[in-house]
């Protein structure tokens, strides 16, 4: 089915931007203050990590519970748009990536239903 293939590309690109958004925020475009750079960037990427080998091969069921995860990055960049001027630009685009993935995700697995 071609619209599948289009669906995966899609939420691997909504996934792989929050990955390197996050990577890049917490590097080196807004480095935490308060604690060490190291352990911030564990504590946001892990998490971020678990889904990856199920969703390169495409499995569903690892598509379908990315879903959740996904969600919990979506309420973090709407914390950090609403709460920080200076990171709003940042939390704006988490909201973007995040949306990508969850829509495309739940529609790729709606299509491998049928």
């Known amino acids: ?35 060490q750079t190291a352990l911030v960037l564990m504590m946001v990427l892990l998490p971020l990590l678990f889904p990856l080998r199920g969703l390169l091969h495409g499995r569903k069921y690892t598509f379908a519970w990315s879903c959740f995860l996904a969600l919990l990055y979506f309420i973090h960049g709407v914390m950090e748009a609403y709460s ?10 988490e909201v973007l990536c995040t949306s990508v993935w969850f829509l495309a995700a739940m529609a790729y697995v709606r299509s491998k239903d049928i």
């Open 1 to 35: 089915m071609p619209g599948s293939r289009f669906l995966y590309t899609l939420t691997l690109f909504g996934y792989f931007g929050t990955l390197a958004l996050l990577t890049a925020w917490y590097s080196w475009l807004a480095p935490p203050t308060h604690f």
């Open 84 to 93: 920080s001027e200076v990171t709003r630009h940042l939390g704006l685009v």
